[in-house]
């Protein structure tokens, strides 16, 4: 796979890095006031899948705080359907009343699911909302949506993989974000 990229934007030694100092913020957040669950239940964790798989695992595991985590799946809008129209496939496993959340995310490009994902978990009434991105796209906004933790800020016009990102599907398994061969990109795929 490795041959396929034509430049590594962020090796897997600056991602681990970076992991760790946005871990260091969270537990500072969370143990100084960040906590407003009235029953102290542990922070929920909340990975979107399938990108943010690998980035889950390295944050959950530098987070030295009690918590639990589960995984949320949306449709694509960009299957032909509109930028509204994002569905939940598979949502949390339990009732979430009043706890802690932490949304965690590979990146932020126009910002339609993580603002469908917002209103949903917000219904829910929960203790306190928050997002982990580790990468995000501000000028590619479409809608505003809050994002508190930000690995990396992506430069205009560039497309990433690896690290979860993919392109068809392959090289989510990259351990770095790099940018493919113009010859690997293949017209219909992304
Ligand atoms: C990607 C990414 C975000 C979303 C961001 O997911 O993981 O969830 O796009 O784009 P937006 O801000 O424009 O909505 P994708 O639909 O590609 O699914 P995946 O996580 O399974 O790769």
């Known amino acids: 796979m490795r041959e396929h990229i034509e430049r590594v934007i962020f090796s897997a030694e600056e991602i681990q890095r970076r992991v760790?100092?946005?871990?260091?913020?969270?537990?500072r957040d969370y143990q100084n006031g960040g906590k407003r669950d009235p029953y102290g239940r542990p922070l929920l964790v909340v990975g979107l899948l399938k990108g943010a798989m690998p980035f889950m695992a390295d944050l959950v595991r530098a987070l030295d705080i009690p918590l639990e985590y589960d995984f949320m799946a949306v449709s694509s809008y960009r299957n032909g359907t509109s930028p509204g129209e994002v569905r939940i496939l598979k949502d949390l496993d339990r009732a979430?009343?009043?706890r802690d959340l932490l949304i965690v995310e590979d990146i932020v490009d126009t910002g339609h699911t993580l603002r469908h994902i917002l209103r949903s978990l917000q219904a829910r009434e929960p203790a306190s909302l928050r997002v982990c991105a580790l990468l995000d796209k501000p000028h590619r906004r479409e809608v505003e949506v809050p994002v508190d933790y930000v690995g990396f800020v992506l430069p205009e016009n560039v497309f990433v993989v690896g690290y979860g990102l993919d392109y068809g599907e392959l090289y989510r398994n990259l351990p770095f974000i790099g940018v493919l061969k113009p010859e690997y990109l293949r017209e219909g795929q992304g």
Do not use: N, T
Request: aromatic letters at 0%; zero cysteines; charged letters at 25%.
């Open 20 to 27: 760790q100092e946005l871990a260091r913020q969270i537990v």
């Open 96 to 98: 979430i009343g009043r």
